[in-house]
């Protein structure tokens, strides 16, 4: 019988969290090591967790920080391979069982499932995405996105996650592309941004956090943009339906990555910016 942790930081996710954990608790309790971990928590999330009753392990830690929950959680595992899913991610825990099982049989060390976005209600954000999927870091084994399993091999490649904004980089950038899997047949969803302010806010730190892993771990840094933006003209320019959504992606690009050269510029705490369009209350 496969047997997985999960772990899942969660800061003020009250409103998110227990959907996402009804859709993880979808297999037996003894197949699922499910750690939530509340990080500097104002709200009830911790409270929300433990409604789970034993079938969800709660951790809680004063300071709010997705590397050190990222950090407590896997000092707390007691099983591998180990999931580690942010709180706004949709997955199933079949699905997770599911790739477990790939992970083992393929040899690989990290792996994904396909990240599925659901759609924006603001059309300028939906056209973003539309050019989005067609990025070498979309089709070229993406992992990362807000999921990501490794194998017990796999974890040990490195000891404590480094504080850096972008955690999913810097465990991608970890592992060649052999030594990824990322399984087609299965899939996870996030929301997209409800407006394009917030895409920008969202997109800035993702470029500020790409950029300090290429400072801070200049052996993994990803490869320049100059060869994916050819790339991509490429697939677009074959797509005239995708040329308006190719000007809003390239204007979205060009103003994230100058506001995040200011911010790393300043060497100032990058804090996080809330998507509250994608947050809804639930129960």
């Given at each position: 019988?496969?047997?997985?942790?999960?772990?899942?930081?969660?800061?003020?996710?009250e409103?998110?969290?227990?959907?996402?954990?009804?859709h993880?608790?979808?297999?037996?309790?003894?197949?699922?090591?499910?750690?939530?971990?509340?990080?500097?928590?104002?709200d009830?999330?911790?409270?929300?967790?433990?409604?789970?009753?034993?079938?969800?392990?709660?951790?809680?830690?004063?300071?709010?920080?997705?590397?050190?929950a990222?950090?407590?959680?896997?000092?707390?595992?007691?099983?591998?391979?180990?999931?580690?899913?942010?709180?706004?991610?949709?997955?199933?825990?079949?699905d997770?069982?599911?790739?477990a099982?790939?992970?083992?049989?393929?040899?690989?060390?990290?792996?994904s499932p396909?990240?599925?976005?659901?759609?924006?209600?603001s059309?300028?954000?939906?056209?973003?995405?539309r050019?989005?999927?067609?990025?070498?870091?979309?089709?070229s084994?993406?992992?990362?996105?807000?999921?990501?399993?490794?194998?017990?091999?796999?974890?040990?490649r490195?000891d404590?996650?480094p504080?850096?904004?972008?955690d999913?980089?810097?465990?991608?950038?970890?592992?060649?592309?052999?030594?990824?899997?990322?399984?087609?047949?299965?899939?996870?969803?996030?929301?997209?941004?409800?407006?394009?302010?917030?895409?920008v806010r969202?997109?800035?730190?993702?470029?500020?956090?790409?950029?300090?892993i290429?400072?801070v771990?200049?052996?993994?840094?990803?490869?320049?943009?100059?060869a994916?933006?050819?790339?991509?003209?490429?697939?677009?320019?074959?797509?005239?339906?995708?040329?308006?959504?190719?000007?809003?992606?390239?204007?979205?690009?060009?103003?994230?990555?100058?506001?995040?050269?200011?911010l790393?510029?300043?060497?100032?705490?990058?804090?996080w910016?809330?998507?509250?369009?994608?947050?809804?209350?639930?129960?």
């Amino acid at each position: 019988m496969t047997r997985i942790s999960v772990v899942v930081p969660a800061h003020d996710e009250e409103a998110l969290l227990p959907v996402a954990l009804r859709h993880l608790l979808d297999v037996p309790r003894e197949q699922l090591d499910l750690i939530v971990v509340a990080n500097g928590c104002t709200d009830g999330t911790a409270a929300r967790a433990r409604e789970f009753g034993a079938a969800v392990r709660v951790l809680e830690i004063p300071e709010a920080s997705k590397i050190k929950a990222l950090n407590a959680g896997s000092r707390a595992v007691d099983a591998y391979p180990v999931a580690f899913v942010d709180a706004d991610v949709s997955v199933a825990g079949s699905d997770l069982l599911a790739l477990a099982e790939l992970l083992t049989s393929t040899g690989a060390e990290v792996a994904s499932p396909t990240l599925r976005v659901l759609p924006s209600r603001s059309w300028w954000v939906r056209q973003y995405y539309r050019v989005w999927a067609l990025t070498d870091y979309r089709t070229s084994g993406h992992i990362g996105s807000g999921i990501y399993m490794l194998s017990e091999a796999g974890r040990a490649r490195f000891d404590e996650f480094p504080d850096v904004i972008a955690d999913d980089l810097f465990v991608q950038r970890l592992f060649a592309p052999e030594e990824r899997c990322v399984a087609d047949s299965l899939t996870f969803s996030v929301t997209a941004p409800g407006s394009l302010a917030t895409l920008v806010r969202r997109n800035t730190r993702i470029a500020a956090g790409n950029s300090q892993i290429a400072r801070v771990f200049p052996d993994l840094a990803p490869p320049p943009p100059s060869a994916g933006a050819r790339s991509l003209v490429r697939r677009v320019a074959r797509r005239p339906w995708l040329w308006p959504g190719f000007v809003v992606y390239s204007v979205v690009h060009v103003v994230t990555h100058r506001r995040a050269r200011r911010l790393t510029a300043d060497d100032r705490p990058i804090s996080w910016n809330r998507d509250e369009t994608t947050r809804k209350g639930s129960s």
